[in-house]
């Protein structure tokens, strides 16, 4: 593992890493928030999982988030959207290989030999980050479109995992949207019965209530793939018909960009911070 | 004039423009943040000027101002840090042409044709800004590296226009050191007596006391550039002399990366909020 940046942010540390992945069978780049420490406690974890065509650059540099984090004592990990390099397949457009890994394991070729990103994020990343820093055992997850899908189904997936989990705009329903269509049939093929493992309504429609955890959404009414992407009240419906705790904001004026998550991000740290520092 | 893009962010609005600068002979861009409205009295500017190789968007996305922006009621507009376009003057290297304009007017070609940031930022986007959107009479400056010599040297030569100036990591001393002499060389040619006019450190000297405003500087002790470049201790030293009301703060560990300007820029904005705000 080898660190390639390190600078000081609000009196902590951030810091962009290398490192030799087994399940992608590639070298991947993360970055990684350490707050100032503020007790003997190690802090929590929040993943933040980014959108299309997105590296851990963005959510970095963009999204402000370091600040309350510090604040609160709370590590950030934001991992890269697709397995990277020369070997690893890819398409034209930016919805589909790199930068768009849709956090899922494909079974399909040419991509069942990389594309296993929610096997990295289960298994690989968190074991790494538990190894090489002073972390505790809590962790939450967010993300951001294409992320916030993935935030939804590693916390739908893994029952007791994750104290709460939020999202920005995020793809409820890939099932049943273009983006999802897209992606869904290249790595999992035809078969859309097999979609339903990584789509968050279904996923929450089989879900039992006792496997429920706070659930914080936020979408922008002027939001450009609101209607054909994202429709979070699906999710909403299948929420209330599950009696699963989700908040879901609507935030008029709003649209897909960072200046959303900027502005609204304070508040899911604070949400996660409410079950992450208990 | 035309808006190019439009976010809404932390209740405000995040803009940008492009029009047509007489001063500068091409076509420019900025952008500008409007905070809500708090009350009647029209919001204050404080204007922002980037270092070298950026453009209106690296303050606008990576610094975080917006939220304290709008707490605050402050309007934010950041120019670009040079003319731009084909027809346009350049030079290899990131430190001498586009993107470092160095904020004065240069005489020599062949960048006197475009390369007077200068009066572009002290008349003609003043100007346009009062037009176009609903501010008050009252502006502070505040500028990185490059941008802090521009924000340094704007206040400095114009007594009463600003009610404050502050600076992360600012070149203090170009006279001296090796990116001022690269830059003033071309620029204003090869009579170093010239060069003065442009120096915060020189027009400081020259200064007087009637004329001073308060002034705020950060500085990371880990910034690459601190001994080679900017040495701000240069200037607190012609504070001192001269009794301007200058705060020097070196902040442990921090670098010369957004990360820093980040992490101390909320300082910066209530800084000058004391004096724009009055």
Redesign the interface.
């Known amino acids: 593992m080898e660190m390639l940046e390190e600078?000081?942010?609000?009196?902590g540390w951030?810091q962009r890493w290398r490192h030799d992945s087994a399940v992608l069978n590639c070298s991947m780049t993360f970055s990684i928030f350490l707050p100032p420490p503020r007790s003997v406690t190690p802090p929590p974890v929040l993943f933040w999982l980014s959108g299309l065509t997105c590296n851990d650059e963005n959510f970095t540099?963009?999204a402000?988030a370091?600040?309350v984090a510090a604040e609160l004592g709370i590590v950030l990990v934001m991992p890269d959207t697709s397995p990277r390099g020369e070997a690893v397949a890819d398409a034209d457009g930016y919805d589909l290989g790199k930068g768009a890994g849709f956090y899922l394991n494909a079974t399909q070729q040419p991509w069942a030999a990389h594309y296993r990103m929610y096997d990295y994020l289960r298994d690989e990343l968190p074991a790494l980050i538990q190894a090489k820093f002073n972390v505790g055992p809590h962790c939450a997850i967010s993300g951001h479109s294409m992320g916030g899908h993935g935030a939804l189904i590693m916390a739908l997936k893994n029952p007791g995992r994750y104290t709460s989990v939020s999202a920005f705009a995020p793809i409820v329903n890939p099932l049943q949207v273009p983006w999802g269509q897209k992606a869904f049939t290249a790595y999992l093929g035809d078969d859309a019965a097999l979609w339903r493992e990584w789509d968050s309504c279904a996923l929450m429609l089989e879900s039992t209530e006792a496997d429920a955890i706070p659930m914080l959404i936020d979408q922008?009414d002027?939001d450009q793939f609101l209607a054909d992407q994202l429709q979070p009240a699906r999710l909403a419906e299948v929420a209330r018909q599950k009696s699963w705790p989700l908040t879901l904001r609507i935030?008029?004026?709003?649209?897909h960009?960072?200046?959303?998550i900027?502005?609204f991000i304070?508040d899911h740290l604070r949400f996660h911070a409410q079950y992450l520092l208990k």
Chains 1, 2 share one sequence.
């Open positions: 600078h000081r942010c609000f009196e951030q540099t963009k402000g370091q600040r922008g002027n935030q008029s004026g709003y649209d960009s960072y200046f959303f900027a502005s304070e």
